[in-house]
């Protein structure tokens, strides 16, 4: 089965990333930084000029989406794996599989 890449997906999950970074940028520095190193990359995307999978490496701030202080933010977390795993593409039948059974199991 072959990686899932919809543009249109795409940008929906860059705006909403977009939208909940500038929701907590002034609240936590770390939203602040991150719309910063992400910005660029969700405007491409909304610009339609990313058509295809990036490297992962080009995707950055996993840390504190995952590990650091935006992951304890609701939604926050969701949101950036939407959009990382789609922009890279990992996005698959399997990883949406793999996904939906780990969510039944928080």
Known sequence: MGVIF?????????????????????????????????????QQVLDGKITAPIPKKDVSCGYYFTEGSLRPIPGMLDTYANFDIHITGM???????????MRKKI
Do not use: N
């Open 6 to 42: 919809e543009v249109d997906r795409l940008k929906k999950e860059a705006q909403a990333l977009r939208d909940i970074l500038l929701k907590y940028k002034d609240q936590e520095p770390d939203a602040d930084l991150c719309l910063q190193a992400l910005d660029p990359i969700i």
């Open 91 to 101: 996005d698959t039948d399997e990883s949406r599989k793999w996904f939906a059974d």
